[in-house]
C-alpha cells in the first residue's frame, strides 16, 4: 500500500491507459454536496441516533413514523444539493471511456441519485433508492414524491408512513437496510465488472459495511491495480496499491482530466 497526498505519475499512466475501469462510490463522494455519511455524528433531530439504530427492519417496525420520517428529511435534502466535481469528474471519463471504445461502470451504495445527476450511468445501486417505494408487507412498488422541507431542517414533528392501498401495510423506502439481501443483479454486475476491469477505483466509502466493501478484493485475483481516493484510512485500505488521500472532489478531476 502506498499512501499519497497528491496524484503520483504511475498512477496517471494506469489510468491514461486503462480500458475497462471499475468504480465503487460510498457516502463520502456525496459529502462535497452536502449529503452527511453514514459514520459522521448526526445533526439536531437525529443527533442522538446512527445509521445501524435507524436502517433496520426492526426499527422501521417499533418506530415506523422516526424511521419514515428520518428518510423524507433525506430526501428532501438530497433533492436540494448539487452533484459536486467528483460526479462530473467521474461522468467526463464515462463518456470519454464509452466514446474511445472502453467502459467505465460505476457501482455505488448511495441511495441518492447524484451520480445520475452529473450525467453518468449508474450500473448498480447497490443499496437501492431512497426515491423509490414498496410495501412492506406485499412489496407492491409505490411513487410518492419526494417531500420538499424549508431548507436542510428536519420536518417539524414525526410523520407516519402512508400504508398500502393493496393491503393496509407500511410503505418502506427501496433502500437496503442492515440483515437485508442486496439485489442479487447489481451485486453480480458489479463483481463482474470489477473481475474484469483493468483498474478497480474505490472513492468515498468505510469499508465496513458487507458485503459492499468485500467486492473490491475480487481483483486481488487478478492482481488488477486497486485505487482508494478518501481522506481517511479505511478497512480495506491495506489492500490497495495505491491510497489517494484527500476529498474526491479534489482529485477525481485531476486524474480525470
Ligand atoms: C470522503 C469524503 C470526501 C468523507 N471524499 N471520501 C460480515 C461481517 C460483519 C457483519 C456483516 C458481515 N456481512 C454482513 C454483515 C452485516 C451487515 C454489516 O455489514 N454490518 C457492518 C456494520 C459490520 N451487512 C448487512 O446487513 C447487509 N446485508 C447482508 O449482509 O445480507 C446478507 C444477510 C442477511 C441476513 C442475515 C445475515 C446476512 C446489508 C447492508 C445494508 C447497508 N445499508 C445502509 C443503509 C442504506 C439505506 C440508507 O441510506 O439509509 O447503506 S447502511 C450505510 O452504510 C449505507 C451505506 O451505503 C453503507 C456504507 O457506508 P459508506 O458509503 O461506506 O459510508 P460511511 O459513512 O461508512 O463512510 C464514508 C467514507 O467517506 C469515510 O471513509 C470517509 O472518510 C469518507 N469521506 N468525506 C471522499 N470528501
Ligand atoms: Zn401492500
Redesign the pocket.
Known sequence: MQVHHEIPDDVVSLLRVARRVAVLT????S??SGVP????VQKGLWERFS??D??TVDAFESDPALVWTW?RW?QSLIQQVEPNP?HAALARWQKHLTESGGTLTIAT???DDLHERAGAEVLAH???S?FSHRCLGCGSAVELPAPQYDGFESPPSPEDPPSCSACGGLIR?G????????PMDAFEATAEAIRHADVVLV???????????SLPLLALERGTPLIE????E?EISEVMDYCLRG???QLLPPMVD
Open positions: 460510498g457516502a463520502g463522494i459529502a462535497e455519511t453514514f459514520r459522521e445509521a445501524q435507524l436502517a428518510y433525506r467528483g451504495q448511495n441511495v447497490l443499496h437501492g431512497i423506502p433502500v437496503v437496510w442492515f440483515g437485508e439481501m442486496l472513492a468515498g466509502t468505510s469499508g465496513i459495511v458487507q458485503p459492499a466493501a481516493v478518501n481522506p481517511e479505511t476529498p474526491s472532489g
